[in-house]
C-alpha cells in the first residue's frame, strides 16, 4: 500500500514556513489587543440552519461550496465557510450582548468551501477576523478598516489598494435590485448560466462576476450611489471623510458587493496585484441586521477576514523566513556528559535562552558540524573531562573562540551570557 496522501485542496503547514504564521498571529494579536478586542473561538461546525439563515442561500457559498453532512443524531451539520456567523451565534447564545455598549472581538482559525483549489484558495483554509458589536457610527467602520491596514502595514507590505463601496440598507437593495434586473434582462441571453440564476436570486452578485463579458455589460450598469438614501448616503461620506482623515487612500468601486447577503452599508476590500487572480487579502463590511435575522435584538455590527494563506504568499515574497536559530547548540559525548548536558540544556531553556541539544551521541566531529549547521550563535561542549571537573567548554561558532567556565557560573552568570549572545548575533 502506499502512502496515504492529504485529500485534495488541503495542505500540510511545514516547519519550515510556521514562523510566517506565528509571526502573523503575534502581529495581530498585539495590534488588535491595543485596540481592545477580545480573542474568541467557536467551534469549526455548526447547524446547517445558522449558515443558510445568516450567510443567504441564494449564495454561492450556501448553494454550491459548504461541506454538510449529517451526524448519527441525523442533525445537520456543516463545516463553517466562513467566521462571522458563528461569532454572531455566540455573541447571541452567551449573552454577551446583556453588557451593553460596544463589544469587539476576534478569531482565528480554519474554514471550508469546497472550491476548486488554486494558489491562495484551498478547501481548507485559515482566516484571522474581527467583528464589532453595539455601533452604528462610521467611525466603527474606519476603526475596523485602519487595524486592518495596521497589521498588513506592520508585517511589511506596502502594495495594497482599498476598494470601498456601500450597499446601502435593505430599502436601499431593493430599490437598487430592480434597477439591475431592469438592466440586464435584455442581456440575459449573453449572462452565463451562474448570472443567469443570480438575476432571479440575487442580481447584485452579477456586478462581481469574472466572465470578460459581463464585466463589459457591468460597466454601464446602474451605480448603487445613486440608489442610497439621505442616511445611507450620509453614513457613506461620513466614512470617507474620517478614512481621509486618517491619510487612508481608497477606490470607490461600485461593483463591490462582496459575497454573503448579510452585508449594509459599508463594504470594503483590501487587494493586492502581486496575488494574481485572488487579489483579495482582506474583505468585509457592515452587517446591521445579521443579529436581529439570528434571533438577538437590533444590534448593528462591522467585521472583516484577512487570508492568511494569501498573506503569507506575500510575505514570502519581500521577507525569508523568520529566524528560528537557536541561541546555543549543545554537544556531548559520553554517558556522563550526556546527562549532564540534558540538565544543562533544560536549565537554561528556564532561563529564555532557545537551546537544541544534540542527541545523536556521534562524534564530536558530526556534532560540530549540526552545530555550525543549525545557525547557533554559540556552542556549549561537554566531554568526559567536563562531566568529572563540572566544567563546559564555551565556543563561539563564528570566531572558533574557546572559553572553560564552570557549570554553575554557567546558570549562575546566565545574564552576563545573555549580553554576550546579543552582541555577537
Same mark, same amino acid.
Given at each position: 500500500?502506499?502512502?496515504?496522501?492529504?485529500?485534495?485542496?488541503?495542505?500540510?503547514?511545514?516547519?519550515?514556513?510556521?514562523?510566517?504564521?506565528?509571526?502573523?498571529?503575534?502581529?495581530?494579536?498585539?495590534?488588535?489587543?491595543?485596540?481592545?478586542?477580545?480573542?474568541?473561538?467557536?467551534?469549526?461546525?455548526?447547524?446547517?440552519?445558522?449558515?443558510?439563515?445568516?450567510?443567504?442561500?441564494?449564495?454561492?457559498?450556501?448553494?454550491?461550496?459548504?461541506?454538510?453532512?449529517?451526524?448519527?443524531?441525523?442533525?445537520?451539520?456543516?463545516?463553517?465557510?466562513?467566521?462571522?456567523?458563528?461569532?454572531?451565534?455566540?455573541?447571541?447564545?452567551?449573552?454577551?450582548?446583556?453588557?451593553?455598549?460596544?463589544?469587539?472581538?476576534?478569531?482565528?482559525?480554519?474554514?471550508?468551501?469546497?472550491?476548486?483549489?488554486?494558489?491562495?484558495?484551498?478547501?481548507?483554509?485559515?482566516?484571522?477576523?474581527?467583528?464589532?458589536?453595539?455601533?452604528?457610527?462610521?467611525?466603527?467602520?474606519?476603526?475596523?478598516?485602519?487595524?486592518?491596514?495596521?497589521?498588513?502595514?506592520?508585517?511589511?507590505?506596502?502594495?495594497?489598494?482599498?476598494?470601498?463601496?456601500?450597499?446601502?440598507?435593505?430599502?436601499?437593495?431593493?430599490?437598487?435590485?430592480?434597477?439591475?434586473?431592469?438592466?440586464?434582462?435584455?442581456?440575459?441571453?449573453?449572462?452565463?448560466?451562474?448570472?443567469?440564476?443570480?438575476?432571479?436570486?440575487?442580481?447584485?452578485?452579477?456586478?462581481?462576476?469574472?466572465?470578460?463579458?459581463?464585466?463589459?455589460?457591468?460597466?454601464?450598469?446602474?451605480?448603487?450611489?445613486?440608489?442610497?438614501?439621505?442616511?445611507?448616503?450620509?453614513?457613506?461620506?461620513?466614512?470617507?471623510?474620517?478614512?481621509?482623515?486618517?491619510?487612508?487612500?481608497? +477606490?470607490?468601486?461600485?461593483?463591490? @458587493?462582496? #459575497?454573503?447577503?448579510? %452585508?449594509?452599508?459599508? =463594504?470594503? /476590500?483590501?487587494?493586492?496585484? !502581486? +496575488?494574481?487572480?485572488?487579489?483579495? @487579502?482582506? #474583505?468585509?463590511?457592515? %452587517?446591521?441586521?445579521? =443579529?436581529? /435575522?439570528?434571533?438577538?435584538? !437590533?444590534?448593528?455590527?462591522?467585521?472583516?477576514?484577512? #487570508?492568511?494563506?494569501?498573506?503569507?504568499?506575500?510575505?514570502?515574497?519581500?521577507?525569508?523566513?523568520?529566524?528560528?536559530?537557536?541561541?546555543?547548540?549543545?554537544?556531548?559525548?559520553?554517558?556522563?556528559?550526556?546527562?549532564?548536558?540534558?540538565?544543562?540544556?533544560?536549565?537554561?531553556?528556564?532561563?529564555?535562552?532557545?537551546?537544541?541539544?544534540?542527541?545523536?551521541?556521534?562524534?564530536?566531529?558530526?556534532?560540530?558540524?549540526?552545530?555550525?549547521?543549525?545557525?547557533?550563535?554559540?556552542?556549549?561542549?561537554?566531554?568526559?573531562?567536563?562531566?568529572?571537573?563540572?566544567?563546559?567548554?564555551?565556543?563561539?561558532?563564528?570566531?572558533?573562540?574557546?572559553?572553560?567556565?564552570?557549570?554553575?557560573?554557567?546558570?549562575?552568570?546566565?545574564?552576563?551570557?545573555?549580553?554576550?549572545?546579543?552582541?555577537?548575533?
Amino acid at each position: 500500500m502506499g502512502i496515504i496522501q492529504t485529500v485534495p485542496g488541503t495542505r500540510d503547514i511545514l516547519p519550515a514556513e510556521i514562523e510566517y504564521w506565528r509571526y502573523v498571529e503575534t502581529v495581530t494579536t498585539e495590534i488588535l489587543g491595543r485596540a481592545m478586542y477580545q480573542e474568541i473561538r467557536a467551534p469549526i461546525f455548526e447547524q446547517t440552519s445558522l449558515f443558510e439563515r445568516g450567510i443567504g442561500e441564494a449564495t454561492d457559498v450556501v448553494g454550491k461550496e459548504m461541506y454538510t453532512f449529517k451526524d448519527r443524531g441525523d442533525r445537520s451539520l456543516t463545516l463553517r465557510p466562513e467566521g462571522t456567523a458563528g461569532v454572531v451565534r455566540a455573541f447571541l447564545q452567551n449573552n454577551l450582548y446583556a453588557v451593553g455598549g460596544v463589544q469587539r472581538l476576534w478569531y482565528k482559525g480554519p474554514m471550508f468551501r469546497y472550491e476548486r483549489p488554486q494558489a491562495g484558495r484551498q478547501r481548507q483554509f485559515n482566516q484571522i477576523g474581527l467583528e464589532l458589536f453595539g455601533s452604528s457610527d462610521p467611525r466603527a467602520d474606519v476603526e475596523v478598516i485602519a487595524l486592518a491596514i495596521d497589521i498588513l502595514k506592520t508585517l511589511g507590505l506596502q502594495s495594497f489598494k482599498l476598494n470601498l463601496n456601500s450597499v446601502g440598507n435593505r430599502n436601499d437593495r431593493q430599490s437598487y435590485r430592480e434597477a439591475l434586473v431592469n438592466y440586464f434582462l435584455p442581456y440575459k441571453d449573453e449572462l452565463e448560466l451562474d448570472s443567469q440564476d443570480r438575476l432571479e436570486r440575487n442580481p447584485l452578485r452579477i456586478l462581481d462576476s469574472k466572465n470578460q463579458r459581463i464585466k463589459e455589460i457591468n460597466q454601464s450598469a446602474p451605480n448603487i450611489i445613486e440608489y442610497l438614501g439621505y442616511e445611507s448616503q450620509k453614513h457613506f461620506d461620513q466614512v470617507q471623510q474620517f478614512l481621509t482623515d486618517l491619510n487612508i487612500n481608497y +477606490l470607490l468601486n461600485s461593483c463591490l @458587493v462582496r #459575497g454573503l447577503d448579510y %452585508y449594509t452599508h459599508t =463594504v470594503f /476590500e483590501i487587494q493586492s496585484e !502581486d +496575488l494574481g487572480a485572488q487579489s483579495t @487579502v482582506c #474583505g468585509g463590511g457592515r %452587517y446591521d441586521d445579521l =443579529v436581529a /435575522e439570528l434571533g438577538g435584538p !437590533d444590534i448593528p455590527a462591522i467585521g472583516w477576514a484577512i #487570508g492568511i494563506e494569501r498573506l503569507i504568499i506575500l510575505l514570502k515574497q519581500i521577507q525569508d523566513t523568520p529566524n528560528t536559530s537557536p541561541d546555543l547548540y549543545i554537544v556531548s559525548k559520553g554517558k556522563k556528559a550526556e546527562s549532564k548536558a540534558l540538565v544543562i540544556a533544560q536549565k537554561l531553556r528556564h532561563e529564555g535562552l532557545t537551546v537544541e541539544l544534540d542527541l545523536s551521541g556521534g562524534a564530536f566531529g558530526k556534532q560540530f558540524k549540526r552545530a555550525d549547521r543549525s545557525g547557533a550563535i554559540a556552542c556549549l561542549v561537554f566531554g568526559d573531562t567536563e562531566a568529572e571537573t563540572q566544567t563546559v567548554q564555551l565556543k563561539w561558532l563564528a570566531s572558533k573562540e574557546q572559553n572553560t567556565l564552570t557549570q554553575e557560573e554557567l546558570i549562575s552568570q546566565v545574564g552576563e551570557l545573555k549580553e554576550q549572545l546579543a552582541r555577537h548575533i
